[in-house]
Every structure is written in structure tokens, then in C-alpha cells.
């Protein structure tokens, strides 16, 4: 018996299309745990939803293993497989009602009509949507619907939950208040729940871990701030928030993952290296959050003291009031801009600065992410 | 703005009047005759004389009944053969990727059209012939010592009307599973339905449309099929369409012939109704 609800080994996915063979889904490994809430989170084409088809059994690997629950999935078709799914577009039968929907599932177990439709009620009541049971899914808002869906699926109680892109259909004040519902739901029932997503924002407020998928690969997998702080990749970094990347040269690797890099302004700072680093000198990048960077007029006499601030000058290229911060354009060097990004605390003591004034610039240590170019 | 709709409204029935004008003298004015015709006595020559007489419908229901049992029951036959073919054939084309061969194998289906639909059941008469191509084909096997008797039997009917009216099957079919979102198929399955059930309970019920359409499309010119019959079918194979067709011949008998289209234009009337509300069921509520 494994330790793990899903562990995917070495998948391969491949289609073919146009007389091409398109590799949707390029040797994926990974365990995830009993009760976790799992993100696969990537552009669209990354594969991710391709994988959750390939855990529901809708698709077979090309390549590689599934185990649910410890149990191989070769040869196990959908309709046998411990999991259910949430579509994005919910496919809710539309010739069935509410509770005929709900009760679909239960009724393939061989449950009597009668438990069936005492359990839908208790599903709809679960996800707040009492009373809709004799309703078509087409008279329901397509939150409802979403609600109904969810409660389609769990009223099988499965062992993992797919849900892909649950909330893309949705507005997004409706889309932030499922969210919390959802989060609150999974802890609730305690079901593994695996979310695709593209967007970063809902995989990192939900999940427990998110592995981003680019091109079929699973780039990176960790916890939410894990992934935030500490980009393996370049595209990781860019695509997780906002990034500034800054063309480097690696001059020696130090003790405790740090590194010495020179700026394009000339300057040689330490910086953090990428654990997924695997340049040993030359060309790097840089990556560096916006809202890490401090910025003033003057220096701060401590920060100077401090060996773990970087402090630059810089140019103020732009500034863009943008409601709860502003962003500044700063130039470092010739072509080398960075974005910081300031919260407006007290209406405008930033206001101070203006276009084109020289400014010093500064960021922690911890701060520093070094990738491969 | 209200005088411009009015206007818009007037010019709207102004022109209808065409249509309305078509309907009535080419539909319901020859409608009203031949229901009057079915009410009158024969004459010298077959021509309906007076006086008033129910005597065609209770022949039409006493001695030709066996007819228009016959006639019912190999429509119906018709319809099955033909959904039972048509469905998978629709299911297959419309579930093709290769969108060339969904356009060529829908073209397939339509090509019979463009040959005149009496010299294609003619070819059926040269098929099943006592000494036809299937007989003489399996003669020359040694399958089988004496031909076996095809033509001019009721299965020859089936076979001519099927071929006649499959692509009516097909085509809404293919309509409505063209339609049909594929997800259902995977949310159903997600659910623990198999194949078998998925279909029954899922791609089915979403599919009936076209289904019953396909059906009244198919059963309602089996009823009254004539040439078919006429040409395959011999007298075991008579249909009411026939029997229809020879009271206004030389020897006929119109007002007889009148009263057996008005009870045959009434069965197709019921089988519309049936299509309707079978259709009204499925979609509302």
C-alpha cells in the first residue's frame, strides 16, 4: 500500500495530429498525498488538463504508470476508477434534472432510488443549493451550476476529485468568494483534490502544493510560497507575479547557496542561487520581485551597515499610480530597467519623487533568486 | 413608431396573401373534395354521383383493413430497419475527426437522390429476380438449388422502402449527434456508467430529436409508399398507397379511393402527433 493517493511515474502522453506527433504531456512524475489540495497550474496547451484526463481515464499514457490508491490504472476504464470530475464547462446533463443529475452516479453504484435521492439532497444542501433538486441545470446561474457539479462529484466520495478549471466560467467576485468556499469545502471532507488552473493567483491562494507545467513538463513542484520565493525557472518566476529579470554573469559559487554576480551596471553583488541552478560561471539571470525593491531619495544610514542589502543607483524612468501601489521604472544601467512596485501607505509621501531624479535603490539578500539564462 | 409598426403589420399580411392564397386553392380546397368525394356513391365509370353514403369506410375498414394493417406494419418494420441501420451510420460520420470524410461519406448517403427514384427500385426488381443477381450469384456457389422467392414479397417492400428512405434517418440523426457535446459522454463514465449505459441513459435521450425525426421522416411516406410496392412488393405486397392509386384508374373507384386517402391522410396525421408530443415530452418539463 502506497503512502500516496496519486503517483504518476514517468508519464508520457502523445497525440497525433495532422500526420504530427505532439508530445501533450512529456515524462511527468509525481506523488501527491492523501488530502491535499493539488494545483497542476500552466498556460493553456501546457498539458495539465491532459493529465487530469489521463488520472480520470479518459486518455491513456503513451508512456508510464498511474497508481490511485496504491492500485495500477492500466486497463481500468473511467467508469471503474476511484475518482471524479469536475469539467470546466460542468456537463451537466441537460435532459436530467437537478437531483436526477446528482443521483446519476449513485444509481451506476447500484444505490436504490430512494438513498439516491435522500443523498442528493444532502450534497445540494452541502454546497449551499437546498431546495434546486426539481429544477433543469439550463434554470440555474452558472455558479449554481458549478455547485451542482461539485456536488455531482462528491456525492460518489471519491478518493481524489479532479476538478478542471472549476471557476474559469465565472466572474470574478463570484470566482474569489468559491474559492474560499472551496478551500473551506476540501478541509471539510477531506477528499485529495487535484485543480487545474491558469491562473496563479487561485493556485496559490487554494493549494497546498502547485506543480507549473510548461510544454507538457512539470517544471517545478512545491508549496505555494515555495514556488513564489524560490523559482526553479525562469518561466516559473515570470509566470508566477510579476518578475524582474536582470542579465548577470555568475563569478563563483559560494558556501550556503550563495552566489557572486556582476550587474550589467558593473557592480559584483551575493546573491541566492537557484537550487535548480545548474550553470557553474557566465551568463545567469537575475530575478528579483518588484515589490522586494525599496527605493528613496536618500540612503538610510543602517541599510549601508547592513552586508545583506544590495544598494545601486538608479534613474526614475517612470512612475504609475496604479491604486494600492505605485510602480516605478528605474534604470540601473543602459537597456537594464527594473520594476519596484511601492504600497501606497499614507496618501502620497512618495510623491516626493520625481521623473528623472536619481535614487538609490535596495534589496535583501533573501530576495535574490540566480536562474539558469 | 406605432404607426409604422401597424404599417409593418399590415405589409406583413399583405404578403402572406400569396401563400395563404396558394394554401388554400392548392391544399385545402382539393382537401374538402376529397373528403366530400369519400361521402358519395359510384358511378358509371367510377366518377362520385349522389347520394351521401358511409359504404367506402366501411369497406375501407372491413374488407381492405388486412391492407391497411399491411400497410402499417411494413411502415413501421421500414422504420426500425431503417434506425437500426441509420443510427450507427449516423453515429459513425458524425463522430469522424477527418471532416473530408464526414462531407464525402454524408455525400454517399445523398448520391441515391440524384438518380430518379423509379429507375432505382427497378434496379431492386433485377436484383432479387427469380433469376436476379443475388439468386444467380448464389446459384453459381451451389449455396442454394432453387432460387429462392424474393421479389414480389413483402420482404422485397421492406428492402426497396428501406433503401428508399434511409438517408431520411441519417440525415437528422446526424444533426442532432453532430450536436451532441461529447463531455456527457466523459461526465457519465466519470460516474461509473459503462458503454452500454452511457449510451441509454446519455447519448440517447440527447439524440431522440433527431431520432424521431428520422422516424416520422421514414414511417410517414412508408404508409402511403405506391411505386415501391407497386414494383417489388406483387399482390402480396399490396399497400394501401396501391390500392389508392388503382380506384382512379379506368375501372376505379373514386369516391372509394377518396375515402382510403382520407383515412390514410388521418393515420399520417396520428403518427405526426405521436412525433410532437413524443418530441414535446422530451424537451419540456
Known amino acids: 500500500m502506497s503512502t500516496y493517493d496519486v503517483e504518476l511515474t514517468d508519464i508520457v502522453k502523445e497525440f497525433e495530429s495532422g500526420g504530427a506527433i505532439v508530445r501533450a504531456v512529456d515524462h511527468v512524475s509525481v506523488q501527491i498525498a492523501d488530502g491535499e489540495f493539488f494545483a497542476l497550474l500552466g498556460p493553456s496547451g501546457c498539458g495539465k488538463t491532459t493529465t487530469l484526463r489521463l488520472i480520470a481515464g479518459f486518455e491513456q499514457p503513451t508512456a508510464g504508470h498511474i497508481l490511485i490508491r496504491g492500485r495500477a490504472m492500466e486497463g481500468i ?22 437531483a436526477q443529475n446528482i443521483m446519476f452516479g449513485l444509481q451506476m453504484e447500484g444505490v436504490n432510488k430512494k438513498d439516491a435521492r435522500k443523498r442528493a439532497e444532502e450534497a445540494l444542501e452541502m454546497v449551499r443549493l437546498p431546495g434546486v433538486g426539481k429544477r433543469k441545470p439550463h434554470q440555474l446561474s452558472g455558479g449554481q451550476q458549478q455547485r451542482v457539479a461539485l456536488a455531482r462529484a462528491l456525492v460518489k466520495q471519491p478518493a481524489v476529485l479532479l476538478l478542471d478549471e472549476p471557476l474559469g466560467a465565472l466572474d470574478l467576485k463570484l ?8 478551500k473551506a469545502l476540501q478541509r471539510d471532507v477531506g477528499i485529495t483534490f487535484i485543480y487545474v488552473t491558469h491562473d496563479q493567483e487561485e493556485a496559490i491562494t487554494m493549494a497546498d502544493r502547485i506543480a507549473v507545467m510548461n510544454e507538457g513538463k512539470m517544471l517545478q513542484v512545491g508549496r505555494p510560497e515555495e514556488i513564489y520565493e524560490r523559482p526553479g525557472r525562469r518561466f516559473v518566476a515570470d509566470f508566477i507575479g510579476e518578475t524582474n529579470f536582470i542579465p548577470a554573469t555568475l563569478l563563483g559559487r559560494d558556501a550556503g547557496g550563495q552566489g557572486r554576480v556582476q550587474l550589467p551596471t558593473g557592480d559584483v553583488i551575493t546573491a541566492l ?50 491604486g494600492t501601489d505605485t510602480r516605478y521604472t528605474l534604470r540601473i544601467a543602459e537597456d537594464t530597467d527594473l520594476v519596484a512596485r ?9 510623491a516626493a519623487l520625481e521623473t528623472g531624479q536619481a535614487v538609490k535603490i535596495s534589496w535583501r539578500l533573501s530576495s535574490t533568486t540566480v536562474l539558469d539564462h | 413608431m406605432t404607426s409604422w409598426l401597424a ?32 361521402f358519395m356513391s359510384r358511378g358509371r365509370g367510377g366518377v362520385a354521383i349522389m347520394p351521401f353514403t358511409i359504404e367506402h369506410y366501411q369497406r375501407t375498414f372491413g374488407i381492405f383493413s388486412i391492407i391497411l394493417w399491411r400497410s402499417i406494419g411494413l411502415a413501421a418494420l421500414t422504420t426500425v430497419v431503417c434506425l437500426v441501420i441509420g443510427y450507427p451510420l449516423a453515429f459513425f460520420i458524425s463522430t469522424r475527426r477527418n471532416r473530408l470524410f464526414q462531407q464525402v461519406t454524408l455525400f454517399l448517403v445523398i448520391l441515391p437522390f440524384w438518380t430518379n427514384f423509379l429507375i432505382r427500385t427497378y434496379a431492386w426488381r433485377i436484383l432479387l429476380g427469380d433469376e436476379g443477381t443475388i439468386n444467380g450469384f448464389l446459384t453459381s456457389l451451389g449455396l442454394i438449388e432453387e432460387p429462392m422467392k424474393m421479389l414480389n414479397t413483402q420482404f422485397a417492400v421492406v428492402v ?19 450536436r451532441f457535446n461529447f463531455r456527457y459522454v466523459d461526465a457519465a463514465q466519470d460516474l461509473g456508467a459503462n458503454d452500454l449505459r452511457t449510451f441509454l441513459r446519455v447519448v440517447l435521450p440527447l439524440t431522440l430529436p433527431g431520432v424521431l425525426a428520422g422516424c416520422a421522416l421514414v414511417f410517414i411516406p412508408s404508409v402511403g409508399a405506391f411505386v415501391t410496392p407497386d414494383l417489388l412488393g406483387g399482390t402480396k405486397g399490396l399497400m394501401i ?45
Request: zero cysteines; aromatic letters at 8%; glycine letters at 8%.
Open chain 1, 175 to 182: 470566482r474569489k468568494n468559491m474559492q474560499y468556499e472551496l
Open chain 2, 160 to 178: 426497396g422502402l428501406v433503401y428508399g428512405f434511409l438517408p431520411f434517418m441519417v440525415l437528422p440523426i446526424y444533426a442532432s449527434v453532430e
Open chain 2, 7 to 38: 404599417r409593418k403589420r399590415e405589409s406583413g399580411l399583405l404578403l402572406a396573401i400569396p401563400t395563404i392564397a396558394w394554401l388554400l386553392i392548392l391544399f385545402v380546397l382539393p382537401l374538402v373534395i376529397v373528403l366530400i368525394v369519400s
Open chain 1, 273 to 322: 542561487l537557484s537550487d535548480a541552478l545548474e550553470a557553474a560561471s557566465g551568463a545567469v539571470t537575475l530575478a528579483l520581485r518588484p515589490e522586494r525593491i525599496g527605493i528613496s531619495a536618500q540612503l538610510g544610514s543602517d541599510d549601508a551597515e547592513d552586508s545583506d542589502i544590495t544598494i545601486l543607483d538608479a534613474i526614475l524612468v517612470d512612475s504609475q499610480y496604479i
Open chain 2, 241 to 285: 398507397g396501391n390500392l389508392i392509386n388503382n380506384q382512379f384508374g379506368g375501372s376505379g373507384n373514386m369516391p372509394l379511393g377518396s375515402a382510403l386517402s382520407i383515412v390514410m391522410m388521418a393515420l399520417v396525421m396520428l403518427s405526426l402527433v405521436v412525433y410532437l408530443l413524443a418530441n414535446r415530452r422530451d424537451r419540456g418539463s
Open chain 1, 342 to 350: 511601492v504600497q501606497n501607505v499614507d496618501g502620497g509621501d512618495k
Open chain 1, 77 to 98: 476504464p473511467a467508469y471503474h476508477r476511484p475518482v471524479n470530475t469536475v469539467f470546466q464547462d460542468y456537463a451537466l446533463f441537460p435532459h436530467l434534472t437537478v
